[in-house]
């Protein structure tokens, strides 16, 4: 699972723009630390919501809640928080 979990300073960074997390009578309602791996993983495998690793819980309820968060614009805020300071340690330019 290494390099699909984000750091930690990389999720307090984005984790005032998450909903959810607050706790019910039970313990927290979701992980939203845990959808944002799922998202990761589906950007860096290119894979289906079908595809979606068990380790992430069943694919429907990931989908269910993207479509939810983009309708929200939940998304475009953490976007926005993590284009507002980019981490650019890994960026390679070529030439060509």
Excluded at 71 to 80: D, I, N, T
Aim: proline content about 5%.
């Amino acid at each position: 699972m290494e390099g699909e979990v984000l750091r930690d300073d990389q999720w307090e960074r984005i984790k005032p723009f998450v909903p959810g997390g607050r706790k019910g009578k039970r313990g927290p309602r979701s992980d939203g630390r845990l959808f944002i791996d799922a998202l990761l993983w589906m950007a860096r495998s290119g894979g289906r919501w079908r595809d979606l690793p068990e380790r992430f819980g069943p694919f429907e309820r990931a989908k269910k809640r993207y479509y939810r968060w983009i309708e929200r614009g939940v998304l475009a805020k953490v976007f926005e928080a993590v284009a507002a300071e980019a981490d650019l340690e890994w960026v390679m330019l070529d030439a060509t």
